[in-house]
């Protein structure tokens, strides 16, 4: 007599040889789904101790129907019937599919790491298709697969800053287009940069917010301190006013070096005449590159008197603005070149460009936070474990009190 067993084998085989003869290639995804159906069947006949409708005292439950679920496979998308079974001591889900389901989540995070390097959507599917044989893949998926970071990624971005304290405190925005309510706007993407006792620099903050207003800056400055940081002893910024009043009330009494960069962009706006502004920006140069804050604040005098009538606005300006940007006098001669300017921040902005781009505008603050978050974290990854610090803390010239 023939075991059903047996007969319930030459089934399946029968029907997977049909597929492949009858459809070829194109028969292969079927083929797989009809194994893949019954080895789950077999495993789940083994969980529970006993075959389908087998009476016997090593059973340990009950089978319980079959769930269809959706897959994605290499061969293309197909529906699995998962086996459910009931009256059981522990869960059941079938090894094969989580292997499957490791396998594809592997993928996903490949896809969310060329999201995160930039990659195109259009270069994404063509990469899949010639390693894996996915034909497309959305930008709805894309953004889907990044998604899957979230959590390693609130981590970082939330993580204690209490255990190392940051001498050195720059701070910077930009600003990425972003979908709300239906219309395009621009959000603003808030970065804090620190400088450790060491001298090795890292990311320690990042938030998206609508705009560079005070109360925005605030919660972010008041988020770092309340998740730890301390023992900071100079900030560098531009000269936003949201953050003007901001770090007035977080870290009053902290020394605040204004970019020299952005203030000799800003210093352009007040010349009268195209013909003065390379003279202009010269005398400006000699004033910030200054080695003594006295010979500094004597050549911004003299700057602000020889302006002062074919110039006047000018020369007001300079005297009220310049002041701010020769508080980097203060540190030691080795420091200077790298805390006169908040252009460690603008390289991280220029990387940020360059990913972001691809996007072009956000559907949403969520997503933006998201790709800003991964592509600062790798910087700081690799700014943490560069052999050379950013900054000797211990120069010759002069100690820098930690």
Known sequence: MTHPNHNQDNSLLNQIVNQISHNGAEGLAEAMRLMLNQAMEVERSAALGAKPYERCDTRKGYANGFKPKTIQTRLGQMTVAIPQVRDTETEFYPSALERGCRSERALTVAVA??????????KVSAILEKLAGTLQISSTQVSRAAAQ???????????????????????DARYEKVRRDGVVIDCAVLVATGVDAT??????????????????WRDFLTSLQDRGLHGVKFIVSDDHNGLRAARCARFAGVPWQRCQFHLQQNAIQYVPKVAMRSSVAAQLRQVLHAPTRDLADALLRAMVAKYSKT???????????VIESLTVLSLPLEHRARMRTSNAAERVNQ????????????????????LVTAILNDISDTWETSRQDYLNMNPPSKQYAA
Do not use: C
């Open 149 to 171: 970071m979230d959590e390693h990624l609130d981590i970082w971005r939330n993580r204690p800053l209490g255990d190392i304290a940051y001498p050195y405190l720059i701070l």
């Open 199 to 216: 001298g090795q620099r890292t990311i320690i903050g990042v938030t998206t917010t609508l705009s560079e207003a005070e109360v925005h």
């Open 113 to 122: 790491e060329m999201y995160v390097q930039g990659v195109s959507t259009r």
């Open 311 to 321: 110039a006047p606005e000018l020369s007001v300006w300079l005297e009220e603005n």
């Open 351 to 370: 990387e940020i460009k360059r990913r972001t781009r691809v996007a072009r505008i956000f559907p949403n603050t969520k997503s933006l936070l998201r």
